[in-house]
């Protein structure tokens, strides 16, 4: 398909165990985006790689929380030691030009910490 | 205080109204504002996007932004049972592509 992948689409995990969520972004994009929706809670804000630029780590909670994006391509986000208020539904996004507003999502990956 | 508030709702109207949903916003910086749609289980989708202050539509979607009062909007005319969704607001500085999103008001519209 064209569009953002990523995988798991669920992920069942216990408490204090590590995780990794993969991102595969639309072929050409040079931004991609993590974000992290909470019932109630809307989209947050983790991480933004925008091409060779040094990502914007700012909406990152703590750091139990890192990514990476590999050749420019696709991203994996890591959660060490996982808690149960990271339980959420993690959302990747890529986009092709700066300033557009759009954003192009994944279905995200259903983490539940146990 | 959220940078950006948004009514959760839910909100129920029969097909056929027009829905009015709302953000208000403390951060003056917002130049870029974006509506989006989510439906259940799937990733959200562009819906709208605007520059600045004023209006843009599309089809039956009006986009409004007042800087002055930092308050969005978005009209949905003749609505439609395929319109039931989640709707984001979302925002951005100039400079910038990190979106920073409402908490999304859910929208049912009924037959």
């Known amino acids: 398909g064209a569009g953002v992948s990523q995988s798991p689409s669920n992920k069942v995990t216990e408490k204090g165990k590590d995780v990794e969520l993969r991102c595969d972004p639309i072929?050409?994009?040079?931004?991609l985006y993590w974000y992290r929706q909470s019932l109630g809670q809307g989209l947050e804000f983790l991480i933004y790689?925008?091409?060779?630029?040094?990502?914007?780590k700012s909406g990152l909670p703590s750091d139990r929380f890192s990514a990476e994006r590999t050749g420019g391509s696709v991203s994996t986000l890591t959660i060490q030691r996982t808690q149960q208020e990271d339980s959420a539904v993690y959302l990747c996004a890529s986009s092709r030009q700066k300033n557009t507003g759009e954003l192009f999502f994944g279905e995200g990956s259903r983490l539940t910490v146990l | 205080q959220k940078e950006v508030e948004q009514d959760p709702g839910p909100l129920s109207v029969p097909e056929g109204a027009i829905v009015s949903l709302n953000c208000t916003y403390s951060?003056?910086?917002?130049?870029?504002f974006m509506w989006y749609r989510q439906y259940s289980r799937k990733g959200p989708e562009l819906l709208m996007y605007?520059?600045?202050?004023g209006n843009k539509e599309d089809g039956r979607f009006t986009a409004q932004v007042d800087k002055s009062s930092k308050y969005i909007s978005l009209f949905i005319r003749d609505s439609q049972p395929s319109d039931s969704a989640t709707y984001l607001c979302?925002?951005?500085?100039?400079?910038?592509?990190?979106?920073?999103f409402g908490t999304g008001t859910r929208l049912q519209v009924f037959p």
């Open positions: 790689f925008q091409g060779n630029s040094a990502p914007d």
């Open positions: 979302a925002m951005s500085e100039a400079g910038t592509d990190k979106l920073i």
């Open positions: 605007t520059y600045s202050s």
């Open positions: 072929s050409g994009h040079t931004a």
């Open positions: 951060n003056s910086a917002f130049q870029y």
